[in-house]
């Protein structure tokens, strides 16, 4: 397992990778958060978007140097009043799963989730 969060601009501010994790697992991570924080949404409202238009997203992930990655497993990291000051993404499990790491990081922070 890996999770990595940004800030609103989509920098690292922190990442961490569970011993014996592929090496892949960080760069999965961070790809689902960018995206997550680059479209302001969720990565899995974005995997369902991407169903719909997939040659805009498949242009996406080009422009973003692979850093974009619409697939479930990242939520954005909002503060009290709803704004948007970054996102959390993981990687090793099922996107469902990844899914609930990041959501119950960022509510264990004391901050919102969408």
Request: hydrophobic letters at 45%; a negative charge; glycine letters at 14%.
């Amino acid at each position: 397992m890996a999770v990595v969060v940004v800030d609103d601009s989509g920098n690292v501010k922190a990442a961490q990778r569970e011993d014996g994790a592929s090496m892949f697992r960080v760069d999965v991570a961070l790809g689902k958060a960018w995206a997550a924080v680059a479209f302001g949404v969720s990565s899995r409202a974005l995997g369902e978007r991407a169903s719909e238009n997939p040659n805009f997203f498949v242009s996406m992930a080009s422009t973003a140097k692979g850093r974009f990655l619409p697939q479930p497993g990242a939520v954005l990291i909002k503060d009290e009043g709803g704004t948007i000051v970054g996102a959390v993404g993981a990687s090793g499990g099922s996107g469902d799963e990844d899914e609930e790491i990041c959501v119950d990081g960022v509510t264990s922070a004391g901050l919102r989730h969408e």
